[in-house]
């Protein structure tokens, strides 16, 4: 399951880190495991993200658009500079791979108004 990471990060998740070497792929790979209701701040990318959901069911939310509900096997390809969060559904775990090329620049948390809200 990995690690449990705290900074970021709203409730219980975890991260194994699958791929950190920059070389041949110059992206690094993680694998993110959500508790029902866990998700992460609102957050960008210079280059973008690619997630490739591979459990349960979760929410991706970019900002001024309603939330997707991400099911098994969606693949989400998020483009640079597009501020956005992801995390489980209230019911749900929620596992995925994320593809994150450099750096994420972190951002405000996603409130239990807000999320409570979808």
Do not use: C
Not at 4 to 11: D, L, Q, R, S, T
Not at 84 to 111: R, Y
Request: negative net charge; charged residues 20%; proline residues 7%.
């Amino acid at each position: 399951m990995g690690q449990k990471v705290e900074a970021n990060f709203i409730g219980d998740a975890f991260l194994h880190m699958v791929f950190t070497d920059p070389k041949p792929l110059n992206t690094s790979i993680g694998n993110v495991t959500f508790a029902p209701g866990a998700r992460n701040n609102w957050h960008s990318h210079k280059v973008g993200q690619v997630l490739l959901v591979t459990g349960g069911e979760g929410l991706y939310q970019e900002g001024g658009k309603p939330a997707q509900l991400l099911k098994t096997g969606d693949v989400v390809n998020i483009p640079p500079n597009v501020k956005h969060w992801h995390g489980a559904t209230k019911e749900s775990w929620f596992v995925h791979l994320a593809m994150t090329p450099v750096e994420t620049e972190w951002l405000e948390p996603v409130e239990d108004e807000w999320y409570s809200s979808l």
